[in-house]
């Protein structure tokens, strides 16, 4: 599995795009996908924004999901994914930045 950022360093109020899809060359034949994503603030360990979503084999969102978050606030974030019915998960780390005034 793979969770990708458009990039690492986003500015408050930036929308962050969130994209975990399973590798091309993973065969599965499970009957439906249910995925978790979360965000969270590094330094309150606080979740920020989650998703849970479930696609049946055939549907969109079933190999891959993309979302959106929006930045509201500067610090550094984790993103993680978790496929439920794999036990894959990724992860990777961001930081938002001050808007300059």
């Given at each position: 599995?793979?969770?990708?950022?458009?990039?690492?360093?986003?500015?408050?109020?930036?929308?962050?795009?969130?994209?975990?899809?399973?590798?091309?060359?993973?065969?599965c034949?499970?009957?439906?996908?249910?995925?978790?994503?979360?965000?969270?603030?590094?330094?309150?360990?606080?979740?920020?924004?989650?998703?849970?979503?479930?696609?049946?084999?055939?549907?969109?969102?079933?190999?891959?999901?993309?979302?959106?978050?929006?930045?509201?606030?500067?610090?550094?974030?984790?993103?993680?994914?978790?496929?439920?019915?794999?036990?894959?998960?990724?992860?990777k780390?961001?930081?938002?930045?001050?808007?300059?005034?």
């Open positions: 599995m793979v969770l990708e950022t458009g990039k690492d360093v986003y500015l408050e109020g930036e929308a962050v795009a969130i994209t975990a899809f399973l590798k091309p060359e993973v065969m034949f499970c009957l439906e996908h249910v995925w978790d994503v979360r965000v969270v603030d590094l330094e309150s360990g606080r979740v920020v924004r989650e998703w849970r979503l479930a696609a049946r084999a055939g549907e969109a969102g079933y190999r891959r999901v993309e979302l959106e978050w929006i930045a509201e606030r500067a610090g550094e974030y984790g993103v993680s994914a978790r496929l439920v019915a794999h036990g894959a998960v990724a992860s780390t961001i930081r938002v930045e001050r808007l300059a005034r």
